[in-house]
């Protein structure tokens, strides 16, 4: 059976590479009507916002060459899962099994399987994938290098901002999700503050598991740690996914229909 992963690089070093992969992906996925391609669609919009700034000399980055190479991990990661999805594989971490599994439900929203793949892909994969770009570039012993890899870390969370709007158009246009179209044309401001104050929180967290992760020289504590991360990502994952929610968008949709 074909996959939409068929014939591409599955190790994307650059996030060039990832932003290439990502855009093929997608375009596969949206022509058969794939509901994954709602994460796909919008995680491709970050990447190619962070590769533009990489290319420019007066970018955001104060280390384009460390970010490049994180998001070129971070969309191997991505792969990895979705490999795994496509072989009927078991994955790795709760966060990423809820999440497939929703995106193969009717009754889950586009905006609903973006939602579950940028957490599991944040609160799990971003910080396993941080935390060995720091190791293979040396740097997990230097408090300045450190200091300057937050920066850029924290420097996402912009680019981040810029594109909920295009998100919710996307999702909308390309996905027919309603509930992101509503947000897009009536409350766009309110849709990307409450985004972006998920969003942060979420990275925020990740840095701190970061730290804590170089900090641990036992295995055990290592381990420890990794429990912890794929515990709580999974029960973010539970909440984006309960049933419920279906429920309660309704009043909402009609609320911001009236406000119109």
Same mark, same amino acid.
């Given at each position: 059976?074909?996959?939409? +992963?068929? !014939?591409?690089?599955?190790?994307?070093?650059?996030?060039?590479?990832?932003?290439?992969?990502?855009?093929?992906?997608?375009?596969?996925?949206?022509?058969?009507?794939?509901?994954?391609?709602?994460?796909?669609?919008?995680?491709?919009?970050?990447?190619?916002?962070?590769?533009?700034?990489?290319?420019?000399?007066?970018?955001?980055? *104060?280390?384009?060459?460390?970010?490049?190479?994180?998001? !070129?991990?971070?969309?191997?990661?991505? *792969?990895?899962?979705?490999?795994?999805?496509?072989? !009927?594989?078991?994955?790795?971490?709760?966060?990423?099994? +809820?999440?497939?599994?929703?995106? &193969?439900?009717?009754?889950?929203?586009?905006?609903?399987?973006?939602?579950?793949?940028?957490?599991?892909?944040?609160?799990?994969?971003?910080?396993?994938?941080?935390?060995?770009?720091?190791?293979?570039?040396?740097?997990d012993r230097d408090p300045r290098m450190l200091a300057r890899l937050k920066h850029d870390h924290d420097q996402v969370n912009t680019l981040l901002r810029g594109a909920v709007v295009e998100a919710l158009a996307r999702l909308? !246009?390309?996905?027919?999700?309603?509930?992101?179209? +509503?947000?897009?044309?009536?409350?766009?401001?309110?849709?990307?503050?409450?985004?972006?104050?998920?969003? $942060?929180?979420?990275?925020? &967290?990740?840095?701190?598991?970061?730290?804590?992760?170089?900090?641990?020289?036992?295995?055990?504590?290592?381990?420890?740690?990794?429990?912890?991360?794929?515990?709580?990502?999974?029960?973010?994952?539970?909440?984006?996914?309960?049933? $419920? *929610?279906?429920?309660?968008?309704?009043?909402?949709?009609?609320?911001?229909? &009236?406000?119109?």
């Open positions: 059976m074909s996959s939409c +992963i068929d !014939g591409l690089s599955l190790h994307p070093k650059s996030v060039h590479d990832a932003a290439v992969v990502l855009d093929t992906v997608t375009d596969r996925l949206v022509a058969a009507g794939d509901p994954r391609a709602a994460f796909t669609d919008v995680y491709g919009i970050v990447t190619r916002a962070v590769a533009a700034q990489v290319e420019r000399p007066d970018g955001m980055f *104060l280390e384009p060459s460390w970010i490049s190479r994180l998001a !070129g991990r971070f969309c191997e990661r991505y *792969l990895a899962t979705f490999r795994w999805c496509e072989q !009927g594989a078991a994955q790795d971490c709760g966060a990423w099994r +809820i999440a497939y599994a929703s995106a &193969s439900s009717r009754l889950a929203l586009p905006v609903q399987n973006a939602l579950l793949g940028f957490n599991a892909h944040i609160n799990y994969d971003l910080v396993f994938g941080i935390h060995a770009t720091i190791i293979e570039f040396g740097h909308y !246009g390309r996905h027919g999700c309603r509930m992101s179209g +509503i947000l897009h044309n009536f409350a766009p401001e309110l849709a990307t503050r409450v985004a972006m104050e998920l969003l $942060s929180r979420w990275r925020e &967290s990740v840095w701190t598991d970061v730290l804590a992760l170089l900090a641990a020289r036992r295995a055990s504590d290592r381990a420890a740690l990794s429990a912890g991360i794929d515990q709580r990502s999974t029960r973010v994952a539970q909440l984006l996914a309960l049933p $419920s *929610l279906h429920h309660a968008h309704r009043p909402m949709l009609r609320a911001l229909s &009236s406000a119109a």
